[in-house]
């Protein structure tokens, strides 16, 4: 082994494991995961991302938190379907760790193994070929997995292991692969995608989406629901195919206090930068956010204020913050011992928009785990509309496109059954030289259909910077 090698302890520690885990497989007569977690030299999740296009990996970075971390390959799947799939992937998750061997480092700030996946927004709505590689729901254990928190790193390596399996080959596989890894690092990061990027838009589709509002507004009128976020999708090409990591480190760049995501398929990759936190799980504190209520920036410091006082008096956006804010106390306080939310909402400022926002932070009566949490909260009023099953059954009507895991629920979940959940907003589906970008707005009593029409534009306005067009 070179003394150049980075993650030569793996190599150690992995052998012993894998021997462990066997033993334990033929006695249980199953399959065993065994994770192994080291400590690693400093590495950049995102850069890895970016030097590896030819690897399946899945990317999850919060800047303003130093917390990134990018999986590549699988140990394993776990899938899940219908409306069911939650709790499927609960189950699953929990008999792999039943059934787990786990050799981690106290150092890691999170309890290992961890894995990362993603939920379609409608499972009963699954007919789009553009979203075939992206199941209803989809947990991927990683083969490996970098995190990196606060300037420390750390590798860890998960295995299925059987009674019969060749534990020479499996262990000499994977230093293979970290080898191959190491050697891509070096491989530096291509050049910004660029081009003259060509946006459809169809202005005939621009009338018939304001005319949906202007009925969306005479259903609520009608008392049939209350809300109902109505989104739309814009279709662009390029000249030359979208690089993902290109678009990621734009995105890192412009939009650091929001949450970046992107699940790197064969041919596809849906990426994202979400300022919408679904729920957090830390022991039994429960962290959520309400967002809900949006203007634009304004171009000086004076309008900017103006406008977001204007939007902290303005009576329909409250409206529809507290019909969102409701909603999360409804679903959320009767779990919990201890519930806290700030009377008022305050601004959450965005380069392209500002927002009406409420931090939500409660204490659970009862152990839970994260797929519990996102199956209670998924769709939230800001994504879906409320009544919760009106709107579903209405946004089937009204929208002509399958969401796919826009809006779905995407995230992490650790060895101790916490983790964090984000809502796949502001994102896009890159395939080759073509994108599918989304966005959508809350409709409520009131709604102005050009109003709207020009809010899911600022919306739009990150995946397309990001794309390096400045149209919207």
Known sequence: MSASFPYAEVACRLPRLLAAGQQEAARRGHAMLVSVTVDIPPVEPAVLFSQTPSHERILWEQPSQDLSMVAFGAATRLNGHGKGRFSQLSAGWCGLLSRALVDAVSSCPLPTPISLGGFAFDPTRRADSDWEEYPDALLVIPRFLFLSCAGSSWLTVNMLVTP??????????????????????????????SGCMEVQQDEAQAVRWKEKVLAV????????????????????????????????????AGYRHCTLFAFASRQRCFVGATPERLVR?????????????????????????????????????????????????????????????????????????????????GE?????????????LHPTPATGGLPRETACSL????????????????????????????VAIRSALLRGREARLYAGCGIVAGSDPEREYTESCLKL??????????QV
Request: net charge negative; proline share 5%.
């Open 217 to 252: 507004v005479r259903e609520i009128e009608s008392g049939a629901l209350e809300k109902l976020v109505l989104a739309r999708s814009v279709h662009v090409h390029s000249p030359q195919s979208f690089d993902p990591g290109a678009v990621l480190r734009k995105l890192c």
């Open 364 to 376: 659970l009566k009862e152990a839970s785990d994260i797929f519990t949490l996102v199956a209670a």
């Open 281 to 361: 799980l830390e022991g039994r504190t429960v962290r959520t956010d309400c967002l809900a209520g949006s203007t634009r920036r304004g171009a000086t410091d004076d309008e900017d204020r103006t406008l977001g006082e204007a939007l902290l008096a303005d009576r329909k956006e409250q409206r529809e913050h507290a019909l969102v804010m409701r909603a999360l106390r409804n679903m959320l306080e009767p779990l919990c011992v201890r519930f806290s939310v700030p009377e008022t909402p305050s601004l959450l400022g965005l380069p392209n928009v500002q927002h009406l926002h409420t931090p939500v932070e």
């Open 461 to 470: 306005r990150p995946m397309l910077w990001a794309l390096n067009s400045t």
């Open 164 to 193: 019969d399996c060749d534990r020479q080959a499996a262990a000499a596989a994977v230093v293979g692969s970290l080898c191959t890894l190491q050697g891509e690092e070096g491989a530096g990061i291509g050049e910004e995608s």
């Open 395 to 422: 946004l089937r009507t009204y929208e002509d496109f399958d969401r796919g895991w826009y809006a779905g629920p995407v995230g992490w979940v650790d060895g101790q059954g916490g983790g964090e959940f984000a």
